[in-house]
């Protein structure tokens, strides 16, 4: 952490990404169901902190919108707190413009639609409840939208079970951005929680198979691979 | 920490809760929506652990099923990590027989009838999703069935966000448990994640409200008050 705060201080406005503004989701979102129960999802935030983290260390200026994690928020980052996906869509409006967005956090597709002020009780002889769910804002196809706030790069995260290549293929074309890096989070691949990832970064051009890295690798390379893209300010 | 294990050590075997059997539960559960997501709640499991800890200072030899919680175990207490209701309720279950159960996990009412395999999708178009809930099994009231396995005392939690007592006493009668403590867990009052406690202790023969105290000291009276009733093993 130490080494970081150095690396982080010594980074701005010094490496290959000087001068560049790079925006940052991580985490999960956290949904409101009424005062005490939400939904939530099992991502920890720590692919994403670690490539807010890998920027700063190349010199860009970052921004980083985190939902609830337990993880400190990384050195020389500028880390701004939020729960759901609208709050979290929000900031990263307020955090515009930017050269490039990296979008890791797992923000909930749905949110209830009828959160409730109190806490919903059982009734007697109830035994089902129905939640309606409705869509929340994407937040990676609404930063990729063609405009001229649009960042030179974004990148979304595929987290799929199965035909993990094919279905982040399909994603990036739906959403609008330039790069998805696509991981498997299978049950047995130990992605959610864990250190390690394994990773294939899906460009217009075609595909790229990273080897199985630390998440704090994934990041580095994530960083290098964008500042080869942007470089620095001219 | 280490005066908590220290106290743990010294403790069992002899306090006035020598040779007693306590269970404990304490911490959300998680109830899987798919893979990915779950329902999940805002309790921190600091009430819980406190007990559980306060219990074994006093001499009785504690099992503590915690759902997932970002604590320490606490020293001189054996504790089983579960994620679901029905597997907290199995864990409680193995942990009988016991003098005194505690019931402090703000255990999830429902979990979705149908939970996938696979990571749940967004379809084209589609603009809400119905999640149905079915209801959980009633962990404390099923610890307060009388009958021969009956710990002597069965203590349970409620959390209200509006007339407090006066729930908590409708839900000391549903439940059959012999004691709730109640507090107020209102968004004003900081009690989830928050290291204070307003709490009434309702008893069969009225209410005792105690002062506001730290989740510890709240274990640590609470714990004395059940050496009172029980007393040491005869």
């Known amino acids: 952490e130490i080494l970081a705060a150095i690396e982080g201080a010594l980074g701005a406005g010094t490496?290959?990404?000087?001068?560049?503004?790079?925006?940052?989701?991580?985490?999960?979102?956290?949904?409101?169901?009424?005062?005490?129960?939400?939904?939530?999802?099992?991502?920890?935030?720590?692919?994403?902190?670690?490539?807010?983290?890998?920027?700063?260390?190349?010199?860009?200026?970052?921004?980083?919108?985190?939902?609830?994690?337990?993880?400190?928020?990384?050195?020389?980052?500028?880390?701004?707190?939020?729960?759901?996906?609208e709050a979290m869509l929000a900031a990263c409006r307020a955090a515009l413009p930017v050269d490039v967005a990296v979008c890791a956090a797992a923000v909930a597709d749905w949110r209830v639609a009828d959160a409730a002020d109190q806490k919903r009780k059982k009734q007697p002889g109830?035994?089902?409840?129905?939640?309606?769910?409705?869509?929340?804002?994407?937040?990676?196809?609404?930063?990729?939208r063609p405009g001229e706030g649009r960042p030179m790069l974004v990148v979304g995260f595929a987290a799929e079970t199965e035909r993990v290549i094919e279905q982040a293929r399909e994603k990036r074309d739906r959403k609008g951005c330039d790069w998805i890096l696509a991981n498997d989070v299978s049950a047995t691949s130990g992605t959610f929680g864990g250190d390690a990832n394994t990773v294939h970064l899906i460009t217009a051009d075609g595909e790229d198979a990273w080897p199985v890295l630390s998440k704090a690798e994934v990041g580095q390379r994530l960083a290098a691979r964008i500042a080869e893209t942007l470089g620095g300010e001219a």
């Open 126 to 144: 109830q035994d089902t409840m129905a939640l309606t769910l409705t869509q929340n804002p994407d937040i990676l196809a609404t930063l990729s």
């Open 15 to 85: 490496g290959p990404l000087a001068g560049r503004r790079a925006l940052v989701t991580s985490g999960p979102t956290h949904e409101p169901i009424d005062p005490v129960r939400f939904i939530a999802n099992r991502s920890s935030g720590k692919q994403g902190h670690a490539i807010a983290s890998a920027l700063a260390a190349l010199g860009a200026e970052v921004t980083l919108v985190s939902g609830p994690v337990t993880l400190p928020d990384p050195p020389g980052v500028t880390t701004v707190h939020v729960e759901s996906a």
